[in-house]
């Protein structure tokens, strides 16, 4: 059995479901389980009908999921020639019912009906593309993961019972020998008492790991619109370098720091069970991508930058001098995590203890006033965060051109710097 990944981008229209097609038709004895993520920006559009339904904005409402319904059925219609088939009638129903929802009373949990309704684009999604290889072939099956990834109701971030879960993958795959390629929602679960749940904004690539874990696949691959995992964003570099093989590790590594090839909490159940994951082009299937696995022999050939834009960097003093160390960052760790701010980078001298995160005024007015009491505090904004995996002299200085630099830190294989333009 391997798991194949594909995201948004890879379904994203009619063309792009025909080369899905294209791509399993290269795997014609592999026994495959297939994780489809919502088709284009679906996802982001289910979030704002969510919000127009709590808004009670029924307008605007009615008017998205119009849009979106027909997005799906200019994909059908160009899919499928026989404009007869059910699956026309089955999409529009999914969201003609969507739309009546207006008629029912709504939940007060706003994240339990966010993923009654974000849902939708994965079920819509998976379904497209069953129908459509069903044209083709009778050994595939459309499998529910609402049915079959079980999780608590922490509804939008979900966590999941792996023993349930496989349980489930188990019997599910058993009960269907005759079938060779299993299509299945990513980023979806369910409750023991059978609610939808989510697993986190692009948490598709997880389930690719769940499922492989479960069934004890022999590789995963991600499907995607690069040529594999990059050593820097094309964002913002012009000469980027694909990493051919690296190991979980540094993969686990660079996802720590922000790089966003996969969803970090992917690796974790791979690497528990050395299940190779690589990350492939869709657009070149036949090129070698990268691959991800155990040996850590190729991991410092190349240096990696991860940019992290947008940042704040803030800075506390005791006010009496009195600089405990322990105490002064339990307090402020303790206020940090109560307002729901990440850190990104920290670092402490004698007299102060400096924190780097994401920039956002709220949480941040917050902090300040929090602190403010016992402490003399400073900040800065507008800052860039780069860190250098693999680092040499050369890099450092090609990247700090130009750069005030806040903050530098550096081990090892690893250096942070925290900087903002001249
Ligand atoms: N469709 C979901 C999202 O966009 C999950 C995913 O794509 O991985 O967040
Ligand atoms: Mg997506």
Same mark, same amino acid.
């Given at each position: 059995?391997?798991?194949?990944?594909?995201?948004?981008?890879?379904?994203?229209?009619?063309?792009?479901?025909?080369?899905?097609?294209?791509?399993?038709?290269?795997?014609?004895?592999?026994?495959?389980?297939?994780?489809?993520?919502?088709?284009?920006?679906?996802?982001?559009?289910?979030?704002?009908?969510?919000?127009?339904?709590?808004?009670?904005?029924?307008?605007?409402?009615?008017?998205?999921?119009?849009?979106?319904?027909?997005?799906?059925?200019?994909?059908?219609?160009?899919?499928?020639?026989?404009?007869?088939?059910?699956?026309?009638?089955?999409?529009?129903?999914?969201?003609?019912?969507?739309?009546?929802?207006?008629?029912?009373?709504?939940?007060?949990?706003?994240?339990?009906?966010?993923?009654?309704?974000?849902?939708?684009?994965?079920?819509?999604?998976?379904?497209?593309?069953?129908?459509?290889?069903?044209?083709?072939?009778?050994?595939?099956?459309?499998?529910?993961?609402?049915?079959?990834?079980?999780?608590?109701?922490?509804?939008?971030?979900?966590?999941?019972?792996?023993?349930?879960?496989?349980?489930?993958?188990?019997?599910?795959?058993?009960?269907?020998?005759?079938?060779?390629?299993?299509?299945?929602?990513?980023?979806?679960?369910?409750?023991?008492?059978?609610?939808?749940?989510?697993?986190?904004?692009?948490?598709?690539?997880?389930?690719?790991?769940?499922?492989?874990?479960?069934?004890?696949?022999?590789?995963?691959?991600?499907?995607?619109?690069?040529?594999?995992?990059?050593?820097?964003?094309?964002?913002?570099?012009?000469?980027?370098?694909?990493?051919?093989?690296?190991?979980?590790?540094?993969?686990?590594?660079?996802?720590?720091?922000?790089?966003?090839?996969?969803?970090?909490?992917?690796? #974790?159940? *791979?690497?528990?069970? $050395? +299940?190779?994951? &690589?990350?492939?082009?869709? @657009?070149?299937?036949?090129? !070698?991508?990268?691959?991800?696995?155990?040996?850590?022999?190729?991991?410092?050939?190349?240096?990696?930058?991860?940019?992290?834009?947008?940042?704040?960097?803030?800075?506390?003093?005791?006010?009496?001098?009195?600089?405990?160390?322990?105490?002064?960052?339990?307090?402020?760790?303790?206020?940090?995590?109560?307002?729901?701010?990440?850190?990104?980078?920290?670092?402490?001298?004698?007299?102060?203890?400096?924190?780097?995160?994401?920039?956002?005024?709220?949480?941040?007015?917050?902090?300040?006033?929090?602190?403010?009491?016992?402490?003399?505090?400073?900040?800065? #904004?507008? *800052?860039?965060?780069? $860190? +250098?995996?693999? &680092?040499?002299?050369?890099? @450092?200085?090609?990247?700090? !051109?130009?750069?005030?630099?806040?903050?530098?830190?550096?081990?090892?294989?690893?250096?942070?710097?925290?900087?903002?333009?001249?």
């Amino acid at each position: 059995m391997k798991v194949f990944k594909f995201g948004g981008a890879s379904v994203k229209d009619a063309e792009a479901v025909k080369n899905v097609k294209s791509i399993l038709d290269k795997f014609p004895n592999d026994q495959l389980f297939v994780v489809v993520s919502a088709m284009g920006k679906t996802t982001n559009a289910l979030e704002k009908i969510t919000e127009a339904l709590f808004n009670k904005d029924y307008d605007q409402f009615r008017e998205l999921i119009q849009e979106r319904k027909q997005f799906h059925l200019a994909i059908l219609n160009e899919l499928f020639e026989d404009k007869t088939h059910p699956v026309f009638k089955e999409i529009q129903d999914i969201f003609n019912d969507l739309g009546n929802r207006v008629n029912i009373a709504i939940s007060e949990n706003y994240d339990f009906e966010y993923d009654q309704i974000v849902s939708l684009g994965e079920v819509v999604s998976t379904k497209i593309i069953h129908a459509y290889l069903g044209l083709f072939q009778n050994d595939v099956n459309w499998a529910d993961a609402r049915r079959l990834i079980r999780t608590n109701n922490n509804y939008r971030y979900a966590d999941v019972d792996w023993k349930k879960t496989e349980e489930l993958l188990l019997n599910y795959r058993n009960k269907f020998p005759s079938k060779r390629i299993f299509i299945t929602q990513g980023f979806l679960g369910h409750t023991p008492e059978n609610f939808t749940t989510t697993l986190g904004r692009e948490g598709s690539d997880f389930t690719a790991g769940i499922v492989a874990f479960c069934l004890n696949a022999k590789s995963v691959t991600i499907w995607k619109d690069v040529p594999g995992m990059l050593n820097a964003d094309p964002k913002w570099f012009d000469n980027t370098v694909k990493l051919d093989k690296i190991s979980f590790k540094e993969a686990i590594e660079l996802a720590y720091y922000g790089a966003s090839v996969i969803h970090p909490k992917t690796l #974790k159940p *791979l690497q528990n069970k $050395t +299940i190779p994951l &690589y990350v492939k082009s869709f @657009i070149s299937p036949e090129a !070698e991508g990268t691959v991800i696995q155990q040996s850590t022999e190729n991991d410092s050939l190349i240096p990696s930058f991860i940019f992290k834009m947008n940042q704040t960097l803030l800075s506390i003093t005791p006010k009496d001098f009195s600089f405990i160390a322990e105490e002064n960052m339990s307090f402020i760790f303790k206020a940090m995590s109560e307002i729901g701010l990440r850190i990104n980078v920290m670092q402490n001298s004698a007299l102060s203890f400096s924190v780097c995160f994401d920039e956002n005024e709220r949480k941040l007015e917050e902090l300040v006033e929090r602190l403010s009491m016992d402490y003399i505090v400073r900040f800065n #904004k507008d *800052l860039e965060l780069v $860190t +250098i995996r693999h &680092y040499d002299a050369e890099t @450092i200085e090609r990247l700090t !051109e130009r750069k005030d630099i806040l903050l530098e830190q550096k081990t090892r294989q690893t250096v942070r710097i925290v900087m903002k333009d001249i």
